[in-house]
C-alpha cells in the first residue's frame, strides 16, 4: 500500500491512497463506486490472484483512507488519477474494472490510455450517459442527481443508509450493508461534487472510440444505474459485450460474488 500526490493547484500535495498487489498475469485496475473506498472489491480480490493477476485498487478523492479536502473532486480528476498512478507503478498494460461511478472512471482512463487498456469492466457502469437527453431515453430524467444533492446534504445519515438499503435486490447479510453504510460515511461531502457531474456526463464519443473489448455487466433490478444504460453502453463500443446478472441490484460482485468472478476471469482470459 502507499500515498501517491496527485493535486495540483489548490490541491497540490494532495494524497490518494493505494494497493498494488503483484502478479505475473495482467494487471486489474479496479475502480470503486461513489462514496465507497478499495475495499468494495475484497471478494474479487483473491480470485485474481489465485488466477496470477497482478491487482491494483485505490480510494478516490475524498474517499477511504485518500484525503478528504480536494478540491476538484471530477470524474475527468479521477480518470487522470489513474493514468498518474498507473505511470508511477510502471504499468504498461492493463484491464480496467470500474464498479457504477467507477464505470465512467474506467471509461474516460481508457480513452487516456490508449492501447495500454487491454480491456474494460463496466460493473453496473454510469456510461455512457446517467440522465435522459433529446437522443438518449435509457437514463433517468435530466435533473434528478442535482434534485438528490440537497436531500444528501440536509440529512446526510439517513440518504446514505437509504443508499446502502436498496443497493442490493437479494437477500443479503446486515452486515454487509452495515459495512456499506461506514464506508459510505467516511467520504467527505467534496464527493457530492462528482455524483453531480453525472448529471451532464456523455461518454458515447468515448466508447465509439474505445478499441478494447468492452463487457457491461448488468444487475438486472439496479434501481442506481438503469440496466438498459449498462446495456447501451455494450451496444455503442466496437467490442461490447454484455454479462446479465437478472438477480443483482447494484453490487453484482457482492450479491453473487462467485458467479462475478467466474465471468471477469473468464473474459481475462478470453483477452489473451
Given amino acids: 500500500m502507499g500515498y501517491l500526490a496527485v493535486g495540483s493547484g489548490d490541491d497540490a500535495g494532495k494524497q490518494l491512497y493505494f494497493e498494488y498487489h503483484r502478479g505475473t498475469g495482467t494487471p486489474v485496475v479496479c475502480v470503486h463506486g461513489w462514496g465507497m473506498n478499495n475495499r468494495s472489491w475484497d471478494l474479487l480480490l483473491p480470485a485474481l ?29 479521477s480518470a487522470g488519477d489513474v493514468v498518474q498512478l498507473l505511470d508511477h507503478l510502471g504499468i504498461d498494460a492493463l484491464v480496467l474494472n470500474g464498479w457504477s461511478i467507477g464505470g ?15 480491456g474494460v ?9 446517467h440522465t435522459q437527453c433529446a437522443d438518449f431515453s435509457e437514463g ?3 435533473g434528478s442527481i442535482a434534485v438528490q444533492i440537497p436531500m444528501l446534504r440536509a440529512d ?18 446486515p452486515a454487509l450493508k452495515s459495512w456499506m453504510f461506514d464506508a459510505l ?14 448529471e451532464t456526463l456523455d461518454q458515447r464519443e468515448l ?8 463487457l457491461a ?21 466496437k467490442r461490447g459485450q454484455v454479462a446479465e446478472f437478472p438477480d443483482s441490484g447494484h453490487a453484482p460482485h457482492l450479491e453473487e460474488p462467485a458467479r462475478y468472478n467466474a465471468v471477469v476471469l473468464e473474459f481475462l482470459k478470453n483477452l489473451s
Fill in 49 to 77: 490472484q489465485a488466477a496470477g493477476h497482478a491487482v491494483i485498487s485505490f480510494d478516490q478523492r475524498g474517499c477511504g483512507r485518500s484525503d478528504k479536502d480536494f478540491s476538484e473532486v471530477s470524474i475527468e480528476a
Fill in 104 to 118: 465512467a472512471i474506467s471509461v474516460a482512463a481508457a480513452a487516456r490510455l490508449g492501447k495500454r487498456c487491454k
Fill in 121 to 129: 469492466i463496466s460493473t453496473c457502469g454510469a456510461t455512457p450517459r
Fill in 140 to 142: 433517468f430524467p435530466a
Fill in 156 to 173: 446526510r445519515a439517513g440518504f446514505l443508509n437509504g443508499f446502502a438499503e436498496v443497493c442490493f435486490a437479494q437477500p443479503v447479510a
Fill in 185 to 198: 460515511m467516511q467520504c467527505a461531502p467534496c464527493a457530492d461534487m462528482a455524483l453531480l457531474g453525472l
Fill in 207 to 214: 466508447l465509439k472510440a474505445l478499441d478494447a473489448p468492452f
Fill in 217 to 237: 455487466v448488468v444487475g438486472g433490478k439496479d434501481p442506481l444505474v438503469l440496466p438498459d444504460v449498462v446495456r447501451k453502453a455494450a451496444s455503442i463500443a
